[in-house]
């Protein structure tokens, strides 16, 4: 079992900038993924940016050049940096953990994100 907590959320001005942070209690070294999605109310659950095996990264369309993903392997944690906050981005991020490609994938609890006009 890996627990991830994650911190970081909260309201934030369009134009903005916050940092979130997900903090595994294993080691993320040669993991198959971890990153982060999000969800608005009413939809569905969709990837924001994420880590690969081989440090392979992916940012969904809407938050390239905007948001940055980035690791942490001394403390087990993977940040998301967000700039030039959209109130589109309002949602609740999720921290996603799947260790290998045969393993199940692991979720936070989630953390609120709220970007006012």
């Known amino acids: 079992q890996v627990q991830l907590v994650e911190s970081g959320g909260g309201l934030e001005q369009a134009g903005g900038s916050l940092r979130l942070s997900c903090a595994a209690s294993?080691?993320?070294?040669?993991?198959?993924?971890m990153g982060w999605y999000r969800q608005a109310p009413g939809k569905q659950r969709e990837l924001v940016a994420v880590?690969?095996?081989?440090?392979?990264?992916n940012y969904a369309d809407p938050v390239k050049g905007r948001f940055t993903i980035s690791r942490d392997d001394a403390k087990n944690t993977v940040y998301l940096q967000m700039n030039s906050l959209k109130p589109e981005d309002t949602a609740v991020y999720y921290c996603?953990?799947?260790?290998?490609?045969?393993?199940?994938?692991?979720w936070g609890q989630g953390t609120q994100v709220t970007v006012s006009s």
């Open positions: 996603y953990f799947r260790p290998t490609m045969w393993s199940n994938g692991y």
């Open positions: 294993r080691s993320i070294l040669s993991i198959n993924a």
């Open positions: 880590i690969r095996s081989g440090d392979r990264i």
